[in-house]
Nanobody, 126 residues
């Protein structure tokens, strides 16, 4: 069983920044592919970013490239999402997710992820 706890959400004005954190339980965090997804009201859950367990490779949805950065600290069992130049359309509940089998080819899909956090609200005002 892996528990994920997100933090760092809040209300911010457009062009501002936030950093989300996701603390994970589990002794083999360093072997998990970790992802961030988001869901806005009335919309489906959307992939945001993912980071590979083995070499730190990353993937991003096009709409956040150049603005968001995913990173991980295996010593702290934590994955981060640094969000800069925020826009009102980034408003959503943000979820972190763990794929304990470390899949990479399908990491932009929610399907391979085994565990999800409870989500943290990010609201960007114009």
């Amino acid at each position: 069983q892996v528990q994920l706890v997100e933090s760092g959400g809040g209300v911010v004005q457009a062009v501002g920044s936030l950093r989300l954190s996701c603390a994970a339980s589990g002794r083999t965090f360093s072997r998990y592919t970790m992802g961030w997804f988001r869901q806005a009201p009335g919309r489906e859950r959307e992939f945001v970013a993912t980071i590979n367990w083995s070499d730190g490779s990353t993937k991003y949805v096009d709409s956040v490239k150049g603005r968001f950065t995913i990173s991980r600290d295996n010593g702290k069992n934590t994955v981060y999402l640094q969000m800069n130049s925020l826009k009102p359309e980034d408003t959503a509940v943000y979820y972190c997710a763990a794929d304990i089998f470390g899949a990479w080819g399908t990491a932009a899909s929610p399907d391979p992820y085994d565990y999800w956090g409870q989500g943290t609200q990010v609201t960007v005002s114009s």
